[in-house]
């Protein structure tokens, strides 16, 4: 979500740039993982179609149905970003989460068009979440943001908040310096009141000059085993503080040449086994709160889609290969690569069937108050026609509540 100009592609182009040999065998064999729920337990990950409210395909029970309808569990899936400063009643976001139920916001300092949008100082930010946070007494309510550090720091000295190191710079500084570093950003966020960041980058640093991660200083190294105990300390500094974090951009986007908010990137000829190290380990480790699917073409994997639509990817590489049945989250949905080549509702339906649980629209390079209600009626008639089991959201909705445990709540 970085500011730059946006090229025109096709859905075409899109697939053209990624039509290359595929090696999904041979790479799946090479990279077992062990099998871990979101709280540590043993899961295949594996996450077979339901057949219908009685039982799974695989013979498993489906989800318990929550006691809310099904267009609030559907609603419990979208993490929205929205603009301003504060929210009032008749806001379209004052909505979105005290009618429709939403999961949860996303917070930015800015956009393309306002260069200030929800943050400008700590008290105001703490009085919006409040306020945010009112609108849904009965829930916990996701309040996400990206503050990695270095660059992407949304909550920045330019409106009063400590300065952040990037994950380049601190990466090789040694644990104490690491652990020092994350408990101030963790600290940070708890203060304003948010519940998830949208970090750590777990890419490694393959390719310095990759304008989506190595140009901005965003890996911690190009090291997998460096990364992964970075990481592994940025994620126990905020699971102190009851903050929820989120690996990113699986399956690994060190190796670009494209920022993907803007244009293609495609990975295949570059990525590599390795990059899928800082995930088993974290996993081994019972540090993995939630994994972002990023919008990246590896052609390895899936030649026809970007990891976020991929069932290939999201299904069998993360879930049944590395084993992760926990919350697995989008990359923007708006961004300009997946909305130009594919449209969005396909985007939306592409991203549910792929096996994702939360579904995130920044509203960041395009500004559409009605995106909630748009995917409400796209997933529910969907749902309704027979294309997505019901069973399907009732599994996201159980993976987002057992992360948010109040999440179950009536809408």
Known sequence: MIELTTPEISRRRFL???????????IAACVPGPSRSPTGSGSTGTEAPATGPASTASGEPPPSVPPIPLRQRIARLLVVGFRGFNVAPDDWISSAIAVDGIGGVILFDKDRVEPTRNIRSPRQVTRLISDLRSLAPDRELIVAIDQEGGVVTRLSPAHGFPAVASEAAIGSKGDPAVM??????????????????????VDLNINPKNPAIGALARAFSADPTVVARDASLEVISHRARGVR???????GLGSATTNTDFGVADVTRTWSTKELTPYQSLLGQDLVDMVMAGNLVNGQFDPNAPASLSSAT???????????DGVVITDDLQAGAITAAFGADDAITLAVEAGNDLLLFANQQVYDPDVVAKTLDLIEGLVIAGRIDQARIDRSYARAAALFPNTGGAG
Request: charged letters at 15%; a negative charge.
């Open 16 to 26: 053209a740039g990624s039509v290359l040999s595929a090696a999904a065998a041979g």
């Open 245 to 251: 974090t989120a690996l990113k951009h699986f399956p």
């Open 180 to 201: 020092a570093w994350a408990e101030g950003l963790a600290a940070t966020l708890v203060d304003v009141g948010v519940n998830l960041n949208l970090a750590p980058v």
């Open 314 to 324: 999201v299904k069998d590489l993360l879930r049944g290969e590395l084993g992760w």
